[in-house]
């Protein structure tokens, strides 16, 4: 369980509050425009190509959006952010009202959530360490797991369930979420910003000295100190095509269970069955992530992953595809808190905005690669054509994490920053 001070001390629960509404948006959306696609076209092509292109649209913008949020106040930033998302949402629903929507309307919304999503969209997450302290910060992203896990759990059956009432019903709920997200980040009050001689009192004291304000020439600096090291450049690589295959591998699950026949309220019960295995996860990294190595928690992590997606991609019915995907997930709260927690501390916070660009950069570009190629796939070829390419790529990456000393011999938290040194990994 998370130290009482984080709560007393720190804004770590309106910083929470903010970010789950906006997480509780994104899942209502997101889970809706593929299935409204699918009905307006039927073709799976169609459906998965305009899902990647939010991803994509982010992806082209996330160097300079990483560049904005290190150099103005992301706590502004944060609530332009979901003003604008409960604004663009506010425009879907007034075209579903009015029966205008169609292809063309979905690609200009998601071309807007993109542009949007790229911007200003990891705000939210650079903040975190700004919050919360390099010791809390394990512990932190768990309770994020666990939040993610249960805005997953409802947040697709009630998106399927509000389709059923209607198309508009769930951009409605969203821009709600939206606007609550502004409310509560209206609250955060002690947070990380430059300038700032201490903004929380668990703030790391140890971070190094503040540089200027970044100008634009600066803006690949998070890019580039990740291509810099082999071990930046190899987490890298398996983090993205690793985490996006599986997102990839969960939409064509839900598109051919669609085509199937079955009713979106069920279908929704993937991502549920995905949800409650981060959930089970996040609940035990809190036993785990101080008393075990961070490299065996990885390497189990993506050795489940791989072998659960192929028991769901053979599955038959639907409940032996949900135990399966369940499985697949609950090792990846611990091996995220053991990794992102261990990478955040090589950063310093006024870099945490380009940094997380060059991470957004490389796994949005790979997400609409995977995504459209595996959507027309499954088009012309079947679903389990489509997933066995998508195994294949898992592992690739399952091999990539065993080879990696570095990764491998990961220690606990209180040990990471003698393994930096250990490995002389470069810090930003």
Same mark, same amino acid.
């Given at each position: 369980m ?22 509780l948006s994104?899942?209502?959306v997101?889970?809706?425009?593929? /299935? ?9 092509g169609v459906?998965?190509t305009l ?11 996330a ?20 003003s ?9 629903a ?14 200009v919304?998601c071309?807007l959530l993109?542009?949007?999503q790229?911007?200003?969209g ?9 919050v ?21 759990? #409802?947040?697709s ?7 059923? #009432?209607g198309k508009i ?20 009050k002690?947070y990380w910003?430059?300038g700032?001689e ?6 790391s ?12 020439r ?9 291509m810099?090291v082999g ?17 990839v591998?969960?939409l064509?699950?839900? /598109? ?9 309220a069920?279908?929704g019960l #993937?991502?549920s069955?995905?949800a409650?295995?981060?959930l ?5 990294v ?6 075990t190595?961070g ?19 053979i599955?038959e ?11 697949a ?54 679903y389990r ?6 195994i ?10 065993l ?8 220690p ?10 250990r ?6």
């Amino acid at each position: 369980m998370l130290k009482s001070n984080l709560w007393r001390s720190t804004d770590y629960g309106w910083w929470l509050g903010a970010d789950t509404c906006s997480a509780l948006s994104d899942s209502l959306v997101m889970f809706a425009i593929p /299935l409204i696609a699918m009905s307006i076209t039927g073709a799976s092509g169609v459906s998965s190509t305009l899902d990647a292109m939010v991803a994509f649209i982010s992806a082209m913008l996330a160097i300079p959006g990483g560049l904005v949020q290190d150099r103005y106040d992301r706590r502004t930033l944060m609530i332009l952010s979901y003003s604008l998302d409960a604004a663009i949402l506010a425009i879907a629903a007034v075209l579903i009202l009015f029966r205008m929507l169609s292809v063309v309307t979905l690609v200009v919304i998601c071309l807007l959530l993109g542009v949007n999503q790229g911007l200003l969209g990891e705000t939210s997450n650079t903040m975190l360490r700004g919050v919360v302290s390099n010791e809390e910060l394990p512990r932190a992203m768990a309770m994020n797991d666990s939040r993610d896990a249960i805005v997953s759990i #409802i947040g697709s059956p009630v998106s399927g369930a509000l389709m059923g #009432i209607g198309k508009i019903v769930p951009f409605l709920g969203a821009v709600a979420m939206n606007i609550a997200g502004v409310i509560a980040a209206l609250r955060i009050k002690r947070y990380w910003h430059r300038g700032a001689e201490t903004n929380s009192s668990s703030a790391s004291k140890n971070d190094g000295a503040e540089e200027p304000i970044p100008s634009w020439r600066d803006a690949f600096g998070g890019l580039v100190w990740l291509m810099k090291v082999g071990f930046q450049r190899r987490l890298l690589f398996i983090s993205a095509i690793s985490m996006n295959g599986f997102n990839v591998f969960l939409l064509l699950t839900m /598109l051919d269970l669609m085509q199937s026949g079955m009713d979106t309220a069920r279908i929704g019960l #993937i991502d549920s069955a995905t949800a409650v295995g981060m959930l089970v996860g996040a609940v035990i990294v809190s036993a785990l992530i101080d008393r075990t190595r961070g490299g065996v928690l990885v390497a189990s992590c993506f050795t489940l992953l791989t072998f659960s997606m192929i028991g769901a991609a053979i599955a038959e019915g639907l409940w032996l595809k949900c135990v399966c995907l369940m499985f697949a997930v609950i090792g990846l709260p611990a091996a995220n808190a053991a990794i992102g927690g261990f990478q955040s501390t090589l950063i310093g916070k006024d870099k945490m905005g380009r940094a997380f660009a060059g991470v957004g950069l490389v796994r949005d570009c790979v997400y609409p690669v995977l995504a459209t190629m595996s959507g027309w796939i499954m088009q012309f070829a079947g679903y389990r054509t489509a997933a066995v390419i998508l195994i294949a790529f898992e592992t690739v990456c399952l091999a990539l994490c065993l080879t990696s000393r570095p990764l491998i011999t990961l220690p606990t938290p209180d040990r990471w920053q003698s393994h930096a040194d250990r490995w002389h990994l470069e810090k930003f």
